[in-house]
């Protein structure tokens, strides 16, 4: 099996969080093209405008206002 590491070097990064209706319909999207401020972002909750982003990986909670 290839370590997860060697995998990530070689895709480029790439950030995405997507917003799903009830039904499965895309309804926005937002794109990080390098990977800086949205990557491995595992769970999204919106408050009041505010995006609060967590992740599997890092130590932190990121906060993006709207």
């Not at 990064?13 to 926005?28: A, D, H």
């Not at 990557?39 to 909750?45: A, F, I, L, R, T």
């Not at 505010?50 to 709207?66: D, E, F, H, N, V």
């Amino acid at each position: 099996m290839v370590p997860q590491e060697w995998i990530a070097k070689l895709v480029p990064r790439y950030g995405l969080v997507i917003e799903l209706s009830e039904e499965g319909n895309l309804k926005s999207s937002l794109h990080d093209a390098g990977g800086v401020v949205i990557s491995e972002v595992s769970e999204v909750h919106d408050e009041n405008g505010i995006l609060y982003l967590g992740s599997y990986k890092a130590p932190y909670l990121g906060r993006l206002k709207l």
